[in-house]
């Protein structure tokens, strides 16, 4: 804001001075059609920042030499490494079963119930729309507590499994507001139509309404699948000993000693994220469809 | 009132459908209800519950009556840690805010047809995991680090402290976060009339004036949804203050971690967990207090 009103300020203080003619003009040409060099500055350097972790995780993956400080050559040496390494691989393979199962999982229970919240209009019904919505607003670290007492009071032993359940919980949410926003955006006259060409019920959801919401569903299965991937604390508070997730398995190793090794697996693992929402980003175009991604992922 | 109106202009359409179709969508419900009620409701729940019980001869924890873990959090370590986790939350907000409301509004109003490409390179780098950019960070601003590095060789410095400092969590929640900020800044801006800045120059004189009375308050949805957005998860935070601090800038966050995995004492963790919802729910209520205040406004 400050910089912001920096530049403002200094692109109006010659008006005030120059004669009052020709000022108006120069004052609106400068603010809406040019771009205040500050402001653009700032948004850069903020972009810089933004990616610095990111290219310094990347291009020390490939660095050759034990150190995190200096580069000495191109080495692939850190990648070996890791894809030799039985300890992480089994993490990456349980976090990759995680993501999968958890997907799949909130997809299905998501998709239901963004259909019945939008569709059917009681009371309740309304109330158990906004619950569905507390879990987007609540730390994960008290989901993440709650979640390990209740499998620690039910007997359930930690596994692969009670990280499964509560990424599916946590996830579930994220499904529903956005296979929601897709349906509120469609008619239900479509449905009505259909019904009244003697679909039943089962035949009007098969048939007309998932291929309507089959971008909304690509996009947040990817989405879900790229979040979960990357959730430590969650998983922290929910895994068994081994096998575990990836997130979980480069803290214990951060915490430990700072090696190389982590450099390659946040390259392999950011590089698998990114992809996932770059591509859910332009989902709704390969549908033919000329709204962004970005849509469906701010609400808006 | 015109809700309502428009409420008894969708009723035939409503009462038309066939009853067996809503049963449908009642049966659909049922699923993910039930799954939210046995794995979330009831986890929450078991959590209020066990804050006051106690740890059994055994070492297993067992429920109870008692208010003691709350009475225990009452001295001036447990306080200082609440005080400090207020504090650094609070300055995570405000410097999301200084920060993302540039950012927000030079792409929203300078953005051009670059837009789209901006937000969605905003977006992505927040899904590369949380926990490698702040282990990033870590190496970046250790005392031999790249940051020092260059402080160095523009000889600005001799080497700065940057790890175990306040400074340092707080820049890790900010950088963490931000985004919850600029993208909810930017869709208030994006659905904000450009022309209310025009005639805001027009009446009040200055890009500084009208901002302060035009811009901002069209934009205050999105401030406070920001501010929510990003004071829930920096108040939770734990990973920040573990790999960018110590001990001496250790979160709630960090004592409920704590409590779980080291002390074993999960009645006086669910405790702490509880202070730390009660508190979210306060910021909560003022928020969804303010936001009605401004609907009954408009």
């Given at each position: 804001m400050t910089t912001l009103d920096a530049a403002a300020a200094s692109s109006a203080t010659p008006s005030a001075t120059?004669?009052?003619?020709p000022a108006p003009a120069r004052r609106r040409r400068r603010s809406v059609?040019?771009?205040p060099r500050i402001a653009v500055a700032f948004t850069a350097l903020f972009f810089v920042v933004l990616y610095l972790p990111i290219v310094v995780v990347v291009l020390f993956s490939f660095n050759?030499?034990?150190?995190?400080s200096s580069f000495e050559s191109f080495s692939t040496r850190w990648y070996v490494q890791f894809f030799n390494d039985d300890a992480l691989l089994s993490s990456l393979r349980a976090s990759l079963v995680i993501s999968g199962v958890a997907m799949v999982g909130s997809l299905i229970l998501g998709t239901m119930l963004a259909l019945a919240l939008e569709r059917v209009s009681s009371r309740p019904s309304r109330i158990l729309g906004t619950t569905a919505l507390v879990p987007l607003v609540t730390p994960e670290i008290v989901t993440g507590v709650a979640a390990l007492l209740l499998f620690t009071g039910l007997g359930i032993k930690l596994s692969l499994m009670t990280v499964i359940i509560a990424e599916i919980t946590f996830s579930i949410s994220y499904v529903a507001v956005i296979v929601r926003g897709r349906l509120s955006a469609m008619s239900d006259d479509v449905e009505e139509a259909a019904r009244d060409l003697g679909c039943t019920p089962f035949q009007a959801v098969r048939l007309v309404i998932l291929p309507a919401i089959l971008p909304a569903l690509v996009a947040s299965g990817l989405l879900v699948f790229a979040l979960v991937f990357d959730d430590f604390v969650l998983a922290f508070f929910t895994?068994?000993?081994?096998?575990?997730p990836l997130p979980v398995r480069i803290y214990s190793q951060i915490r430990l000693s700072i090696s190389p090794a982590i450099n390659a697996v946040g390259t392999c693992m950011m590089l698998v994220s990114i992809l996932l929402i770059a591509f859910s980003l332009v989902v709704p175009r390969l549908f033919g469809?000329?709204?962004?991604g970005l849509d469906l992922i701010s609400g808006g | 009132m015109a809700a309502s109106t428009r409420d008894t202009d969708v009723e035939p359409t409503r009462t038309r459908r066939s009853a067996s179709h809503t049963r449908l969508w009642g049966w659909l419900l049922l699923p993910p209800a039930a799954w939210m009620m046995a794995f979330f409701v009831s986890s929450i729940i078991i959590v209020v519950l066990l804050s006051f019980g106690h740890v059994g001869p055994t070492g297993r924890p067992v429920f109870g009556a008692s208010g003691a873990n709350y009475a225990a959090l009452w001295n001036e370590t447990y306080l200082s840690v609440f005080l400090r986790s207020v504090v650094y939350a609070s300055l995570t907000v405000l410097l999301c805010l200084l920060i993302g409301y540039p950012v927000a509004y030079t792409i929203a109003?300078?953005?051009?047809?670059y837009k789209n490409a901006l937000v969605a390179a905003l977006v992505?780098?927040?899904?590369?995991s949380y926990l490698i950019r702040m282990y990033a960070w870590s190496t970046l601003l250790s005392d031999e680090g790249l940051v020092n590095q260059a402080l160095r060789w523009f000889g600005l410095?001799?080497?700065?402290?940057?790890?175990?400092t306040p400074g340092a969590v707080v820049a890790g929640l900010t950088y963490g976060f931000v985004i919850f900020m600029v993208l909810p800044v930017y869709a208030s801006l994006e659905r904000m009339d450009l022309a209310l800045i025009e005639a805001g120059k027009d009446l009040y004189h200055g890009p500084l004036r009208t901002f302060f009375a035009v811009t901002l308050p069209a934009t205050r949805a999105g401030v406070l949804g920001g501010v929510l957005l990003v004071l829930l998860p920096a108040l939770g935070d734990f990973v920040s203050a573990q790999l960018l601090g110590g001990p001496s800038t250790f979160m709630i966050g960090n004592l409920i971690q704590q409590q779980f995995f080291?002390?074993?004492?999960q009645p006086l963790g669910s405790a702490l967990t509880v202070v730390l919802m009660i508190a979210l729910l306060v910021f909560m209520v003022f928020y969804l207090r303010s936001t009605d205040r401004q609907r009954r406004e408009s």
């Open positions: 120059t004669p009052v003619a059609e040019g771009r050759s030499r034990k150190s995190l895994t068994g000993v081994d096998p575990q469809r000329r709204d962004s | 109003l300078h953005g051009g047809r992505i780098p927040f899904f590369a410095s001799e080497g700065v402290r940057f790890l175990n080291e002390s074993q004492n």
